[in-house]
């Protein structure tokens, strides 16, 4: 909810020229918009187990939870066709695989069942490794889970990686989060430390959220980084000034997912290592905005985040 309400604030906030655009970018959200295509991968075709039954023969077909997380998921503007980032990620894999694609909306309620049922064959919906969903499901990473600080573009704060960066700042967080949990961490380290803590704000309102920003009543937005990335893409004004994992202190991970122990992992790892060194992985987060949450190389099922 935090992360839809943000995005229109900003975008709201742009449009009666409260942010003032200084990079902006043109998204093409056509629903025929040039794919990023990968060849057939040889090796991970190799891999799909013999007679594997997928959810249609000769698709992929993959669940996408909710259409208003952009950059991630979207209406394109035919109010129909789901793209954003996770769908172009789910072509490449589907395209490396030699299938054709088929992407669907599904609730974050429903998708577990739907993997398990075999009614998707797998979800790419920004969905965290965990110990706990490991028992259930395979996973082979495709981004990083990252957390952003963003300022107003003019704002002299150039950095903020650390307790002692925010001391005496006031942030707008979103109640309940992780970021929420990351900066009462730090707040209580530099409290220890006899430094100021920050001031945490909590804004119901959206134009008031965004006036309080772009006046300078509080110095920050920490949000999850796909949202504000797009934002600051779309409409300027804001600056990315840090990068926090969203498991700090440990690392959490963004995982394709697919039924435990069905062999289709490997052939999804073996078709993102190809898409990332053939280059076509970069391209998508390129044209989404998203380069700083990019991975080296898949892992399938690394450690998870505890319960």
Same mark, same amino acid.
């Given at each position: 909810?935090?992360?839809?309400?943000?995005?229109?604030?900003?975008?709201?906030?742009?449009?009666?020229?409260?942010?003032?655009? /200084?990079?902006?970018?043109?998204?093409?959200?056509?629903?025929?918009?040039?794919?990023?295509?990968?060849?057939?991968?040889?090796?991970?075709?190799?891999?799909?187990? $013999? !007679? @594997?039954?997928?959810?249609?023969?000769?698709? @992929?077909?993959?669940?996408?939870?909710?259409?208003?997380?952009?950059?991630?998921?979207?209406?394109?503007? /035919?109010?129909?066709?789901?793209?954003?980032?996770?769908?172009?990620?789910?072509?490449?894999?589907?395209?490396?695989?030699?299938?054709?694609?088929?992407?669907? &909306?599904?609730?974050?309620?429903?998708?577990?069942?739907?993997?398990?049922? *075999?009614?998707?064959?797998?979800?790419?919906?920004?969905?965290?490794?965990?110990?706990?969903?490991?028992?259930? @499901?395979?996973?082979?990473?495709?981004?990083?889970?990252?957390?952003?600080?963003?300022?107003?573009?003019?704002?002299?704060?150039?950095?903020?990686? =650390?307790?002692?960066?925010?001391? +005496?700042?006031?942030?707008?967080? +979103?109640? !309940?989060?992780?970021?929420?949990?990351?900066?009462?961490?730090?707040? %209580?380290?530099? %409290?220890?430390?006899?430094?100021?803590?920050?001031?945490?704000?909590?804004? /119901? /309102?959206?134009?008031?959220?965004?006036? $309080?920003? &772009?006046? !300078?009543?509080?110095?920050?937005?920490?949000?999850?980084?796909?949202?504000?990335?797009?934002?600051?893409?779309?409409? +300027?004004?804001?600056?990315?000034?840090?990068?926090?994992?969203?498991?700090?202190?440990?690392? $959490?991970? #963004?995982?394709?997912?697919?039924?435990?122990?069905?062999?289709?992992?490997?052939?999804?790892?073996?078709?993102?290592?190809?898409?990332?060194?053939?280059?076509?992985?970069?391209?998508?987060? =390129?044209?989404?905005?998203?380069?700083? %949450? *990019?991975?080296?190389?898949? =892992? #399938?099922?690394?450690? +998870?985040?505890?319960?």
């Amino acid at each position: 909810m935090f992360k839809r309400s943000l995005l229109a604030l900003l975008l709201s906030a742009s449009a009666s020229g409260a942010v003032l655009a /200084d990079t902006v970018k043109e998204f093409d959200l056509s629903p025929d918009q040039p794919p990023i295509v990968t060849p057939p991968n040889a090796a991970a075709i190799k891999q799909i187990p $013999a !007679g @594997f039954k997928f959810a249609e023969p000769g698709t @992929f077909t993959v669940a996408v939870s909710g259409t208003a997380s952009p950059p991630l998921a979207l209406l394109a503007t /035919d109010d129909k066709t789901t793209i954003g980032s996770e769908a172009d990620t789910a072509r490449l894999i589907a395209d490396s695989l030699g299938l054709k694609l088929k992407v669907l &909306q599904a609730s974050w309620e429903d998708w577990p069942l739907g993997v398990s049922s *075999g009614k998707y064959d797998a979800v790419i919906s920004n969905v965290t490794v965990t110990e706990a969903r490991k028992q259930r @499901f395979d996973f082979a990473t495709y981004r990083q889970d990252v957390l952003g600080f963003y300022v107003k573009s003019s704002n002299a704060i150039s950095e903020i990686k =650390q307790a002692k960066d925010i001391a +005496g700042l006031k942030i707008i967080v +979103g109640a !309940g989060t992780n970021q929420e949990k990351v900066l009462l961490a730090w707040n %209580e380290a530099n %409290e220890k430390a006899g430094i100021a803590p920050a001031t945490l704000a909590y804004y /119901d /309102d959206q134009a008031a959220s965004t006036l $309080a920003l &772009q006046s !300078g009543r509080v110095d920050a937005l920490f949000a999850p980084n796909s949202v504000l990335s797009y934002a600051a893409s779309l409409r +300027g004004g804001i600056k990315l000034v840090g990068l926090v994992n969203g498991g700090w202190p440990l690392k $959490a991970d #963004i995982a394709v997912t697919t039924r435990k122990g069905n062999g289709l992992v490997a052939p999804i790892h073996t078709a993102l290592e190809g898409a990332i060194a053939g280059g076509q992985y970069a391209q998508v987060l =390129q044209r989404w905005g998203l380069v700083v %949450e *990019g991975i080296d190389h898949s =892992q #399938i099922n690394p450690p +998870g985040l505890p319960d």
